[in-house]
């Protein structure tokens, strides 16, 4: 069965350090969308991209966090320099189609630890 | 403001009660609802979900009714089992975007 993948699973920094997360969408879904997810809370989206392009990051803190989905496959979203606050799991979802109201698939997460 | 509202949690029930979790919502005009689940240390997955008013979502024994008068979509389910444990989380969509907005979830634990 066709699944969103992401790497890590877990990762451990310290603060001040840079830290990066992959996804691997879905083969064909053209939307993928970064959440971030802080314990006890619901997923609140960071950025969406519609192929290559970036639809909507209105709530990516710019001056820390950059997200690329150069091919319009994969995706990678980095922190640079992670602080304290940004521990928090990570999701990646992908998605086939923003018409007909098609599900958005979720991968496992990347738990980030700042130390 | 889309904003999804769920009751606190955690709801703790034995085995074959009967459950329900609330979930209000605002919103300008009709947005499609979900009910997603977390088991301990996985992703999000689907449960259900409804596109418009008075649909009725229903998997694995889970159900919602889409009710516009009362801007609400609660989760029932008539007899839960311990592999229900996991947290429950009610989303809508935002903008043109297909954007979801989650609620803060509901933490279910079934015991024996």
């Known amino acids: 069965e066709a699944e969103v993948a992401q790497s890590p699973r877990y990762k451990i920094t310290e603060k001040s350090q840079a830290v990066a997360f992959w996804c691997d969408p879905i083969?064909?879904?053209?939307?993928l969308y970064w959440y971030r997810q802080i314990l006890g809370q619901g997923p609140e989206l960071l950025v969406q991209f519609q192929d290559e392009s970036v639809v909507d990051d209105s709530q990516l803190p710019k001056d820390r966090f950059s997200a690329e989905r150069l091919k319009g496959v994969d995706s990678t979203l980095k922190i640079q320099p992670a602080e304290l606050g940004d521990s928090a799991m990570y999701l990646c979802?992908?998605?086939?189609?923003?018409?007909?109201?098609?599900?958005?698939?979720f991968g496992q997460g990347t738990r980030l630890t700042v130390v | 403001g889309n904003s999804v509202t769920q009751m606190e949690g955690p709801v703790t029930l034995s085995e074959e009660a009967f459950l329900t979790i609330n979930c209000t919502y605002t919103a300008t005009g009709y947005p499609s609802l979900f009910w997603y689940v977390q088991y301990p240390g996985e992703g999000l997955q689907l449960l259900l979900k409804a596109t418009k008013a008075d649909d009725k979502g229903s998997n694995k024994g889970f159900e919602a009714t889409y009710r516009k008068e009362t801007t609400s979509f609660h989760l029932e389910k008539g007899s839960v089992q311990v592999s229900d444990s996991a947290v429950y989380f009610c989303a809508r969509l935002t903008g043109g975007g297909n954007k979801l907005t989650f609620g803060t979830g509901t933490q279910l634990k079934v015991e024996l």
């Open positions: 979802a992908s998605q086939g189609s923003l018409t007909g109201n098609t599900e958005a698939f």
């Open positions: 083969s064909g879904h053209a939307t």
